[in-house]
């Protein structure tokens, strides 16, 4: 592996290929973002995007993808036993794992981060580690990157099959990590569920501008929510490939009146505030770099209006659909009613279609070997 590889740096320009990201939103994300991937792999899209990046919530997802990935079949290009990675996360989604994670970490030996890893691992992942992460040097394979935040640095660290760690700190080749700790620190929301403490047993490469490649830096990580420093996931795609996807589950702030002046609601509704503002200027960054033409490709959010998209075609009914209800489940690891599953799957599978082919233009199309057909059905009964 040439130094370059290893340390993942961007082109000068980005390359060809499609990026997918991921945004954080706890099990509100995780199940909104099915939606999406199951029309992503209906058009033929998922197995031809290169890098999938996640934040928070949406890494349980991108976790679970990745970790059953060898199991799909594919035939042209379309996974057809998709189901099987929403069976696993309907699985997580009917369980409630914050609060016994909260409990057990105030009164029992241990932190709240590795219960939750512990829960996520015994629902879903099964002992798999980032090496079970499938290899992107294979044709028809993403790379899986899991975004957390090291408070250590103040920077974004990469979880991934080929490494882990930040510029500042360096890189571990071929980490051993599990992928359920992986997970954990990428959805470790301040200020209950973080920090999530990593021990690191490999040795850490000191690349190039890692300007604090030694100890403790270099022996353990205290990690948070990937979404503290990047609640879109788009850090890792943006600089590298001209295609780019975006699912957005995040909520807006609402406006508070007379807000808690407690520090304890007060400091909530502070941190809620920071990450509205840096989830706006992700999104509008983006947008910008649509516009200038700098990359193709498209945004969906689970708040935005099927209007926006002016489509003269509107099989499943949206326009007459209102989503913000979906938009205001609380960001929370706590149980998910069946009907409201549907509904969220539902509604990430229609506004992602909406969005693609509002933006994904015939030249796109036939340049990654795709046609964008409108849908006939909700993946689940009942619409959203």
Not at 222 to 231: A, F, K, M, P
């Amino acid at each position: 592996m040439s130094v370059d590889e290893f340390i993942d740096r961007a082109p000068s320009q980005p390359e060809d290929g499609i990026g997918l990201a991921l945004s954080g939103g706890g099990y509100r994300a995780m199940v909104f973002h099915v939606g999406a991937l199951i029309r992503l792999n209906e058009l033929s899209l998922l197995r031809k995007i290169k890098r999938i990046s996640s934040v928070s919530g949406g890494s349980i997802t991108a976790g679970i993808l990745a970790a059953n990935w060898k199991d799909l079949n594919f035939q042209n290009d379309v996974a057809t036993n998709f189901d099987i990675v929403v069976s696993k996360i309907r699985a997580m989604a009917n369980t409630t794992i914050d609060a016994g994670a909260i409990i057990g970490g105030i009164l029992l030996p241990g932190s709240i981060s590795d219960r939750v890893a512990k829960a996520y691992d015994d629902l879903a992942f099964k002992g798999a580690t980032l090496a079970d992460l499938p290899d992107d040097g294979q044709p028809g394979n993403p790379r899986f990157v899991i975004n957390a935040t090291n408070i250590q640095t103040a920077a974004l660290w990469r979880f991934s099959r080929n490494y882990m760690g930040d510029y500042r700190v360096g890189l571990v080749n071929r980490p051993d990590v599990a992928l359920a700790k992986a997970v954990a620190a990428s959805s470790a929301f301040p200020p209950i569920l973080s920090p999530c403490e990593l021990d690191i047993t490999q040795d850490v490469v000191n690349t190039p501008g890692a300007d604090l490649h030694r100890e403790p830096y270099t022996k353990t990580a205290i990690l948070s929510d990937g979404g503290v420093y990047d609640n879109l996931g788009l850090e890792t795609i943006s600089k590298r490939y001209t295609t780019l996807l975006v699912s957005d589950a995040g909520q807006k702030i609402a406006p508070e009146p007379d807000p808690h002046r407690d520090w304890t609601r007060h400091s909530l509704r502070v941190l809620d505030t920071v990450d509205n503002q840096v989830r706006s200027l992700r999104k509008r960054h983006l947008i910008d770099s649509f516009q200038r033409k700098d990359h193709t490709g498209t945004y969906w959010g689970i708040r935005t209006s099927f209007a926006d998209y002016k489509l003269g075609q509107d099989p499943l009914g949206c326009s007459t659909r209102n989503p913000i209800p979906l938009a205001e489940v609380p960001t929370r690891l706590e149980a998910v009613p069946r009907n409201l599953q549907d509904r969220l799957i539902n509604w990430g599978y229609a506004i992602c279609d909406a969005a693609l082919r509002a933006h994904i233009d015939p030249a796109l199309q036939n340049k990654l070997g795709v046609a964008i057909t409108p849908p006939t059905q909700f993946p689940f009964a009942g619409g959203y």
